[in-house]
């Protein structure tokens, strides 16, 4: 079984600040972990995957993310928030076990950029 | 490249009637999913299949239904609306390890 976990539902920060968006995750198998972007009224966009390669995963706009399996988390960054990041992400984790490539989401975190 | 197409945007459903959500992708995937979003829960697979003529259930199936006739189509039949299943319908696809791919979503109130 696999879940993941994000540490807070919403997050504030200011133009041009650090974005740090958390995520942990739980899985039997190796995982693949995603961070998807929501804007409103919109559909999901994948920001950037882990799928054993690399730890340091870098994303569009500006987003990278560290799988960490000492922690097993996977948080997501941005040096530089921008008013254009204000959006619902989720972080999700998938186990390819013969069932298809089954994403599990997390319960999302609203990120919010002020002036 | 349209990608994952889904019909209708919106509908208002009464409690009791029927109906079906269409997906279509045009990238050849062989898994197809269909995910319910709501408010603070994230999205839940509700549905998904690994291929034509083969499906089998998510983590919340009760109350629907769908089929897979070809390797582009998977409709989501809902056969008796509930007002619990309000929500926004996600459909996706994707291959193996690769991206999922995800439609603009159909956003459902049933009254």
């Known amino acids: 079984a696999q879940s993941v976990t994000q540490l807070g539902s919403h997050v504030s920060v200011s133009e041009g600040a650090l974005v740090l968006l958390r995520c942990n995750y739980s899985s039997s198998v190796p995982p693949y972990l995603f961070w998807y972007v929501q804007y409103p009224n919109q559909g999901l966009q994948l920001l950037l995957k882990y799928t054993s390669a690399a730890t340091l995963v870098k994303g569009i706009n500006g987003f990278e993310a560290e799988f960490k399996k000492s922690e097993t988390s996977f948080h997501l960054t941005k040096p530089s928030a921008h008013m254009s990041d204000a959006a619902e992400y989720f972080c999700a984790v998938s186990g390819v076990t013969g069932g298809g490539n089954k994403l599990t989401f997390g319960t999302g975190t609203q990120l919010k950029v002020e002036l | 490249n349209a990608g994952v197409t889904q019909t209708p945007k919106f509908r208002i459903l009464k409690i009791g009637q029927s109906m079906t959500l269409q997906c279509t992708q045009d990238?050849?995937?062989?898994?197809m999913y269909w995910y319910r979003q709501d408010p603070g829960m994230g999205l839940k697979l509700i549905y998904y299949s690994v291929g034509a003529g083969i499906t089998d259930k998510g983590e919340v199936p009760n109350g629907y239904n769908v089929s897979r006739s070809t390797t582009e189509d998977f409709p989501l039949r809902l056969e008796l609306a509930a007002p619990s299943q309000t929500s926004v319908y996600f459909c996706?696809?994707?291959?193996?390890?690769?991206?999922?791919?995800f439609g603009e979503g159909s956003w459902l109130t049933v009254v």
């Open positions: 996706a696809s994707g291959e193996g390890e690769n991206t999922i791919y």
């Open positions: 990238m050849n995937h062989n898994y």
